[in-house]
């Protein structure tokens, strides 16, 4: 057991905690920043486990830094999104399907259709 | 010993902030816990000799994400009560 | 009640996937392998033009991941401004005149832009590099947007489109062109290494501060703008 492990064992909790933020949470914003959380673990667990045995690794380090700059550049699209989205529709969260599609179906298509 | 405190501790914290993301009371305080998030993320790159990423992370978790979340907070919780109107509409 | 229903299988979920992937750690952490990365790439160092490992990685011996980063980044920059209105960049609104902050400015802006030209140019042989200059670049951009400077570049057109494809086509420029003179695709010619990887880092720096900055820009503002689109929500 070396600290890079535990690092890689932090990064695997991390990705848990993520996945359940993502899965329970409704909030759009929230659910960006678990998934976000998610991604963090992931970086930590690639890093751990590659350096635990040999010491600095700078192959999956140059790996980790791209993704960091992918994951900014996508938070900060799904930032626009969520604005865009929030825009238009007043809501910070995803719609229930099972809620809407079933008692509102009728009402739903006529609302829908001057829209388009 | 003194260096596997500092990591155990470190750690924890990531853990810990990690959770107060998730379930503190309101969306501005979840974006700040999770700027000191990324800088303890920082601090963990430096922990595992990894430089360049600590780099990236402290500029990009620390500075870039924290405005864009914060501004994005914000525009999300000023309009609500216009929001809830709009949801009323329709029903 | 019924919310606690709904958590559960979440917490089974994701209590099996983490205990999944600690075991999965634990198992490859006690395999040995064979494959010494480090030790290889320590042997290779030299002839990648660069000192510093991780820029080495990153632009000599994979630089086909970095190639497709930089597409992807342009390609989330694209889809940013196409769902954006840009034209609120000019909203006074906007702008906050906020003492403290033009003093900030003041005295940050030019700090920030010699740290993001030191960052690039140590990447080199030091921690450094294209990723972090670009991160700082955008940041000092952020800075200035928030201060109200306009930034005309920022609007569609020649500007944005140049800067945004800039990092993108450059660096293929180099790889075909290496590729038609006899070479592998990406493969320098030793001599020239060093040159051509300080140019794609200057183009790649100036490549992802504008696509950060312009997702950050392009962030749809105020709700008041457009009463059409508003009205019908």
């Given amino acids: ?59 999956p380090q140059a790996l980790v830094l791209t993704g960091i700059v992918v994951a900014i550049a996508a938070t900060a699209l799904a930032v626009v999104l969520i604005r865009r989205y929030f825009h238009l529709s007043g809501k910070t969260a995803l719609e229930d399907p099972a809620r809407d599609t079933l008692p509102h179906q009728g009402p739903r298509e006529v609302r829908e259709a001057p829209r388009e | 010993m003194a260096e596997w405190l500092l990591d155990v501790l ?20 979840a974006v700040v816990f999770f700027i000191a998030f990324g800088l303890l993320m920082a601090l963990a790159w430096v922990r595992l000799h990894a430089p360049d990423v600590a780099l990236a992370e402290a500029a990009i978790g620390a500075g ?28 | 009640m019924k919310r606690i229903l709904t958590l559960l299988p979440a917490t089974a979920v994701c209590l099996a996937f983490v205990s999944g992937l600690a075991y999965s750690i634990w198992q ?17 160092l030299d002839q990648s033009g660069v000192e ?26 694209i889809a940013g401004i196409s769902v954006a209105r840009t034209s609120s960049l000019e909203d006074p609104e906007l702008r906050t005149s906020d003492t403290l902050l033009y003093a900030l400015q003041r005295w940050l ?72 003179h006899g070479g592998e695709f990406l493969a320098y010619p030793p ?13 790649l720096t100036l490549s992802i501060a504008m696509v950060l900055l312009a997702l950050f820009v392009s962030a749809p503002v105020n709700n008041a703008e457009e009463p059409e689109e508003g009205g019908s929500g």
């Fill in chain 3, 28 to 44: 490859i952490a006690i395999t040995t392998t064979s494959v010494d990365l480090p030790g290889l790439l320590g042997e290779n």
């Fill in chain 2, 10 to 29: 470190l750690v924890i914290a990531l853990l810990v902030t990690a959770g107060s993301v998730l379930w503190s009371r309101d969306l501005f305080r």
């Fill in chain 2, 64 to 91: 870039l994400t924290g405005v864009l979340l914060l501004d994005a907070a914000r525009h999300l919780s000023n309009g609500k009560s216009g929001g809830d109107d709009n949801k009323e509409e329709p029903s």
């Fill in chain 3, 109 to 180: 802006i030019p700090l920030m832009l010699l740290l993001a030209g030191y960052l690039l140019w140590a990447g080199s042989d030091r921690p450094g590099g294209a990723f972090q200059a670009g991160a700082v670049l955008a940041a000092s951009g952020v800075l200035m947007r928030l201060g109200g400077i306009p930034m005309d570049f920022l609007r569609p057109g020649i500007m944005l489109r140049l800067g945004l494809s800039l990092g993108f086509a450059v660096f293929l420029l180099v790889a075909v062109t290496s590729a038609l």
């Fill in chain 3, 191 to 203: 001599e020239l290494a060093k040159t051509l990887i300080v140019v794609i880092e200057t183009v």
């Fill in chain 1, 1 to 59: 057991m070396t600290p890079s492990l535990l690092y890689a064992f932090a990064g695997a909790a991390l990705c848990g905690i993520g996945l359940f933020g993502f899965i329970v949470i409704s909030h759009l914003l929230r659910k960006l920043l678990a998934f976000n959380l998610m991604g963090s673990g992931v970086f930590l667990v690639l890093v751990g486990l590659a350096q635990h045995r040999s010491g600095p690794d700078p192959v």
């Fill in chain 3, 52 to 77: 510093n490992p991780v820029t080495a990685v990153l632009l000599n011996f994979r630089s086909y991941d970095t190639l497709l980063e930089i597409g992807v980044l342009v390609i989330a920059g």
